[in-house]
């Protein structure tokens, strides 16, 4: 029995790891993808940086957690309604596994690529700015919980039950700036307002932002240990929407 | 065991259960372990609503579906690894090339690896698609889709197929390959549940057919004997020189004849004593100075069964109207399982 258990284990990691490669090949590694998700925090870093008062390694910082969290959760909502429409998503549905692996799988392969972006970004902040790492395995545990949050985070809107993408970008798009806007990005933490800031403390990007400063300043208004906490707690938390959607667009027929 | 698939009191409700969309209402059936099952219906019927909960992608608002002696409610998994599913539209990713669909596939199914790439090299050999395995999916053909679709149903060897209109749309030979596929596979032991529109389809696969309407079991039993039940839609079909539509009304109104059909450049005369109308024929083609290029007489085909199950008139046209027959009258000896 435990032999079988095992197995199973087995099975379903191997067959999430066989949902990663195929979505990172067909999904992800595609040069509209590729290009968005290097050039999208780019622009955006710029866009709210330019002619501010803020130095390169603060920018560096700001940029790490931008890549992070748009990467991350970019794809994630339109993929599963995009394989909906073309009937491919009843193959995953229909294989020898559990709804669990599937999601995990989905999630993972949004977060791979947010690393493998923030990476570039890295690179660039280090290269370009002269950026250097006060906490470096901050950084890495920081980056690899915020992708695997905020991937999932997309995933809830990819889990509504719809077979057109165009259904979740409106929520989907409203709710990442949102977030965007009330997370310290733009505005740090310690400049807001007590209410602004309480709202604050609802985001997961907060917490990612808060954990990009003590990696690459040394500096944030949060422990360390709570960001991270936070993190893996909402990745863990995320998980739950997209399961309960699941199980009623299977009642729904999507 | 001996059932492949029982399915007991087979329910489903879109929307709210007492206000909702009753698309399958309390169905009856069981599949037996090798045959090939037909699922035939009109668009709407409750088709692919019923194959998408016995491949667990829809669950059942109400009743019970067992496969091989499993709940799919409870204990799907072991299910699963035996099913095999080839959807309505080809669902293979177009971004991949035809190797890397079956390797997806092959691993998805967890097939030993060392087996994976014989057995796609073997399906994509049987498919013709061998000289086509690195090309992407995106350009392959229709028909080249359908075959890679089904050739990833299989590579993990499921004893339980489901097919939904495998054919519709291909040319002549992708059809009759698959249809030859379908064949063999069934041979090799795999229980093939088909879910077709297409008559003559069932009718040359089939081992039994279950028709469905409006979302119950009109009947289930196998394509010649659902036919022998409807002996009163027997047929004389003939040709006549010249040909053309002013034949309607007068054959029409020959004696016995219950409907008229122009099927190209034949008149199929519906009637329950060919024998009787054959003469009546021969007389208005010699009265009218025409010539008889064919004639024969045409016992009741699957589709002529279909349409009277589902509530359609037999053929399009109907001339010279003779009183309605009550439908399904005499049936009940012959009705399946269903409600």
Sequence with gaps: MRGGWLQRLQDELAQAWVVIVKDMKVHYLQPGMIMFGFLMPFFMFFSFSVRREMGAVQGVARLLALTTFFTASAAGPFIIPLERRVGTYDRLLAAPMSLLTLLLGKTAVGALFAIGVSAFSLIVGVVAFGATLAQPWLLVAGVILGSFSFSALGLIFGSIPTRNPGDVQMPSTLLRWGLLFISGVFIPLAEMAPAARTVAYLSPLTYAQDLMNHAVLGMGLLSPWLDLLVLLASGILFMVPPIWMHRRGRRLGY | ?339
């Excluded at chain 2, 329950?272 to 024969?296: F, G, H, T």
Aim: hydrophobic content about 40%.
């Design chain 2, 1 to 339: 065991m001996n059932h492949a698939i029982e399915v007991n009191s087979l329910t489903k409700v879109y929307g709210p259960p007492d206000s909702g969309v009753l698309a399958v209402d309390h169905i009856n059936f069981e599949v037996r372990q090798g045959e090939v099952f037909g699922f035939l219906g009109p668009n709407g019927a409750g088709k692919t609503t019923t194959q998408r909960m016995l491949t667990t992608l829809l669950e059942p608002t109400e009743g019970r579906i067992v496969i091989y002696g499993h709940d799919l409610a409870r204990d799907a998994y072991p299910v699963k690894r035996q099913m095999g599913l080839v959807p309505e539209e080809s669902n293979v990713y177009t971004e991949l090339t035809a190797w890397d669909n079956l390797m997806f596939t092959a691993q998805l199914y967890r097939v030993p690896r060392a087996e994976r790439a014989e057995r796609a090299r073997q399906l994509l050999e049987t498919f013709g698609l061998w000289e086509k395995r690195n090309v992407k999916a995106e350009d392959f053909s229709k028909g080249m889709r359908r075959r890679l679709s089904i050739a990833m149903a299989i590579i993990h060897r499921p004893t339980l197929l489901f097919l939904d209109e495998p054919t519709p749309g291909l040319d002549v030979q992708s059809a009759r390959a698959i249809r030859d596929l379908i064949r063999q596979l069934n041979a090799e032991g795999t229980t093939i549940f088909l879910t077709t529109h297409q008559i003559e389809e069932a009718n040359q696969l089939c081992d039994r057919v279950a028709i469905i309407n409006h979302g119950r079991i009109a009947a289930i039993d196998t394509p010649e004997r659902l036919k022998a039940a409807f002996r009163r839609v027997q047929s004389v079909e003939v040709a006549l020189e010249p040909d053309g539509q002013t034949h309607g009304e007068p054959l029409a109104a020959l004696p016995g004849v219950m409907t008229t059909v122009k099927m190209g450049d034949k008149w199929r005369l519906y009637t329950e004593d060919p024998s009787a109308l054959l003469p009546q024929v021969m007389d208005y083609a010699r009265v009218n100075s025409l010539k008889v290029i064919s004639l024969s007489t045409l016992g009741p085909s699957l589709e002529d069964v279909f349409l009277e199950l589902t509530g359609q008139q037999v053929g399009t046209v109907r001339h010279g109207m003779q009183e309605e027959k009550p439908r399904r009258r005499g049936m009940k000896g012959q009705m399946g399982g269903g409600r």
